[in-house]
Nanobody, 116 residues
Framework: QVTLVESGGGLVQPGQSLRLSCKAP???????????LAWYRQAPGKQRELVAL???????NYADSVKGRFTISRDNSRKMVYLQMNNLKPEDTAVYYC???????WGQGTQVTVSS
């Protein structure tokens, strides 16, 4: 059952930015807030990989490939998690998914394509 909803994907040129959003419309705030939250991505023919994680205490962790370019953040009052992606590269092209840290809840994914 899809319990998270992503948005914000699209087609951009290399060097441009996108901001992905993910909301949890079926969760109440008191359930959402304690979750660690993550963004994953899956490129064609590749395994799904963890891109960024934010804990309930707002500690963050990033894949080496996106460090310094991507920023994960959360707004518990809105039950939202965000992924700001700057200086996008063609190798960032993938379907991006948000998920809870325990992998219990997932979104349906949003496509990000970086191409000139």
């Amino acid at each position: 059952q899809v319990t998270l909803v992503e948005s914000g994907g699209g087609l951009v040129q290399p060097g441009q930015s996108l901001r992905l959003s993910c909301k949890a419309p079926r969760m109440i705030t008191s359930v959402f807030a304690p979750y660690d939250l993550a963004w994953y991505r899956q490129a064609p023919g590749k395994q799904r990989e963890l891109v960024a994680l934010i804990t309930s205490d707002r500690d963050t962790n990033y894949a080496d490939s996106v460090k310094g370019r991507f920023t994960i953040s959360r707004d518990n009052s809105r039950k939202m998690v965000y992924l700001q992606m700057n200086n996008l590269k063609p190798e960032d092209t993938a379907v991006y998914y948000c998920a809870t840290g325990d992998s219990k809840h997932w979104g349906q994914g949003t496509q990000v394509t970086v191409s000139s």
